[in-house]
């Protein structure tokens, strides 16, 4: 349970027995429910981390609703995009393993997630992992309810595959840019779980010197 759930619904449940005290205990059902309801939403279930070798995992719970290929620096990459409802899961997990490079938090708007124009515009908290020779991309991105953008790591964090690093509160997407090498997994309309689900593999990253080896024995021969 994320802590978060525990303070609002505490709030509620003081405004229930102020209710009831002074309305009867019928009028205190609704502030209940809404206790009930974050409870609920804030959970935070313990999730078995894939460790094959180069397996990017989704960094939410939800369902994916984009697979496209998108220009970022002038580079294609993958994009995968993941919209969460109030029903999943809100906590957000590293899709790989590695070190936090970059933190760029943009502010926005609050658009409908499921709109194409929402990658863009909307308030957005953008990580860039580095690790195994890769750099992975991810973002969290606000919605039409989703009014806050939680991280809790820093730049130059070091994090584990399927790590908890933050929270979207109430109903968003987040995206995850890959390399064009990567193996995709999923599709569009896929259901995935944050930390557990497969979104694609990483091919090995090539050694340190391998390229300049090669091209060495070429130009002996």
Same mark, same amino acid.
């Given at each position: 349970?994320?802590?978060?759930? *525990?303070?609002?619904?505490?709030?509620?449940?003081?405004?229930?027995?102020?209710?009831?005290?002074?309305?009867?205990?019928?009028?205190?059902?609704?502030?209940?429910?809404?206790? #009930?309801?974050?409870?609920?939403?804030?959970?935070?279930?313990?999730?078995?981390?894939?460790? #094959? #070798?180069?397996?990017?995992? /989704?960094?939410?719970?939800?369902?994916?609703?984009?697979? /496209?290929?998108?220009?970022?620096?002038?580079?294609?990459?993958?994009? =995968?995009?993941? *919209?969460?409802?109030?029903?999943?899961?809100?906590?957000?997990?590293?899709?790989?393993?590695?070190?936090?490079?970059?933190?760029?938090?943009?502010?926005?708007? *609050?658009?409908?997630?499921?709109?194409?124009? /929402?990658? =863009?515009?909307?308030?957005?908290?953008?990580?860039?992992?580095?690790?195994?020779?890769?750099?992975?991309?991810? @973002?969290?991105?606000?919605?039409?309810?989703?009014? &806050?953008?939680?991280?809790? @790591? @820093?730049?130059?964090?070091?994090?584990?595959?399927?790590?908890?690093?933050?929270?979207? @509160?109430?109903?968003?997407?987040?995206?995850?840019?890959?390399?064009?090498?990567?193996? $995709?997994?999923?599709?569009?309309?896929?259901?995935? &779980?944050?930390?557990?689900?497969?979104?694609?593999?990483?091919?090995? #990253?090539?050694?340190?010197?391998?390229?300049?080896?090669?091209?060495?024995?070429?130009? $002996?021969?």
């Amino acid at each position: 349970m994320v802590r978060d759930g *525990f303070y609002y619904a505490l709030g509620l449940i003081v405004v229930a027995a102020l209710v009831a005290w002074l309305a009867g205990p019928a009028y205190a059902l609704l502030p209940l429910i809404l206790a #009930a309801f974050f409870l609920w939403f804030f959970r935070d279930p313990e999730r078995a981390i894939p460790v #094959a #070798a180069g397996a990017v995992v /989704s960094p939410a719970d939800g369902k994916v609703t984009d697979v /496209s290929t998108v220009a970022v620096n002038g580079r294609p990459r993958t994009r =995968i995009s993941i *919209f969460l409802s109030v029903f999943d899961v809100h906590v957000n997990r590293s899709p790989v393993a590695g070190v936090i490079t970059n933190i760029d938090y943009r502010h926005g708007r *609050f658009r409908n997630a499921l709109s194409a124009a /929402s990658a =863009i515009e909307n308030e957005q908290n953008i990580v860039t992992i580095e690790g195994d020779g890769h750099s992975v991309v991810f @973002k969290q991105i606000a919605g039409v309810l989703a009014r &806050r953008i939680v991280f809790t @790591k @820093k730049l130059g964090d070091r994090v584990a595959r399927g790590e908890r690093v933050g929270l979207i @509160k109430f109903g968003s997407r987040t995206d995850v840019l890959l390399d064009r090498a990567a193996d $995709v997994r999923v599709a569009v309309g896929d259901r995935v &779980r944050g930390g557990a689900s497969v979104l694609a593999y990483l091919p090995p #990253a090539e050694p340190a010197g391998a390229g300049a080896s090669v091209r060495s024995a070429k130009e $002996v021969r």
